[in-house]
């Protein structure tokens, strides 16, 4: 018996196909244009949300549970920019990571089954949109 693994949406990718769009979450509204919230979920029980601008581009990404998911496979190509991130541009422990530049915002935590993070384009959200609403 073969098992596919449910598969998600790169940052900056297209919406993936086994994704559910969040209903209670759908209309996240920054100034005149939504973001639709979507979520996979993965084998381990961890929950990967993707937010969407009107064309089905992936402009964040969050993920919470026991797993952290393939950062090289949800942040896409923007994975090399991330792992190959300046001093200046990191805060690091043991237990967490982040990025904070122009184009990309990573923050990654966790122990031993609790994994969260977020992932976003700060180019491509639109004007107006409040991050507490993903983070």
Known sequence: MVCAAPSFAELGGTVAKEAVQIKEQSSIVATDQTL??????MPSGTQIKEYANADGVVVAVTWQGPTLPNLKVLLGD????FANRK???????RRSAAIH???????????????????YLPKLLPPGFNLDQIK
């Open 101 to 119: 530049t122009d184009d990309l915002v990573v923050q990654s935590h966790g122990q031993m089954r609790s994994f969260a993070g977020f992932a």
């Open 78 to 81: 923007h994975f090399d920019e």
């Open 36 to 41: 639709n919230v979507y979520q996979v979920k």
């Open 87 to 93: 001093p200046s541009s990191l805060a690091i422990n």
